[in-house]
């Protein structure tokens, strides 16, 4: 291909055929409207917008490796797990580019968003539900937005990817109680011995239980991930603004030190100390 015809396949697109179509470069590249002329509110902007794209894709990674677990299909599921937790880990290292921003650059422009706050994240809370940390408190920055709260209320009401999971178990033979497999899928699970021995006969057993063992490992990669994130977003917290009042009104630090308590899967890491 000479350098005239390489000019013209790379240079004349059909309208609506280019990259920056494809991609809405214009409406994504003009989402940046900083409030104040302050020089790190820009980046303060792009990181959090970054991090919903990446929440946005976990969810759909999410709901569809769901939908398989549900039908014992785990083969997609597993690198839709997988593709999860190397979102997460963008997300969390997102952290460190935020962190070149120091309390006095975040003070120049802190108070023109006023009352704007990542725990008002729809995408956020939708993420938490779909992994089981269910709380119906937290719906309620949302009651103003119909579609969302429409979207969580649905959430929390279903199984969450480890109450699928443990239908697997029970259905691959390993019997779980009815209070387990019926129980009220809008509160948060508790850990429970059956189950645990449950997981103990798979972990003991791994070839003969081997979907659900690699099944298992995936769900640790997630909240393994899962708990680094949040470890991240602390010690961001802490660096910039200390013990203050978070934005929005939240309660800061002790609020996301409470969080790192959460075990989302509790008998996977448990078999751990019993094998």
């Known amino acids: 291909m000479d350098d005239s015809s390489f ?36 980046l303060f902007i792009v990181v959090h917008q ?9 969810i759909h990674e999410l709901q569809h490796a769901m939908r398989h677990i549900a039908t014992g299909d785990t083969a997609p599921a597993l690198k839709m797990l997988a593709r999860v937790s190397r979102a997460q880990e963008q997300m969390t290292n997102a952290w460190e580019v935020l962190k070149t921003m120091t309390p006095a650059d975040y003070l120049v422009f802190r108070n023109a968003f006023g009352q704007a706050s990542g725990f008002q994240s729809y995408q956020y809370r939708l993420v938490e539900f779909l992994f089981g940390n269910k709380n119906a408190f937290m719906m309620r920055p949302h009651k103003d937005a119909p579609e969302h709260h429409a979207m969580l209320e649905l959430a929390i009401n279903a199984p969450s990817i480890y109450d699928l999971t443990l239908r697997l178990l029970h259905d691959a033979g390993l019997e779980l109680p009815a209070s387990i497999l019926e129980r009220d899928f809008s509160q948060p699970y508790l850990a429970n011995e059956a189950v645990k021995l449950a997981w103990l006969e798979v972990y003991r057993d791994t070839g003969r239980y081997w979907k659900l063992y690699e099944l298992a ?15 991240n977003h602390l010690t961001t917290v802490e660096r910039i603004i200390g013990f203050k009042v978070g934005s929005g009104g939240t309660a800061g630090v002790p609020y996301l030190r409470r969080a790192l308590e959460i075990v989302l899967f509790p008998e996977l890491w448990q078999v751990r100390s019993e094998l």
């Open 7 to 42: 000019k013209t396949a790379h240079t004349e697109f059909p309208r609506g055929d280019s990259y920056g179509d494809y991609l809405m470069l214009e409406q994504l590249l003009t989402a940046q409207r900083s409030l104040t002329d302050a020089h790190d509110e820009p």
């Open 50 to 58: 970054v991090s919903e794209l990446w929440l946005k894709l976990v």
């Open 217 to 231: 490992e995936k769900l640790i990669d997630v909240e393994d991930n899962f708990r680094r994130w949040r470890f």
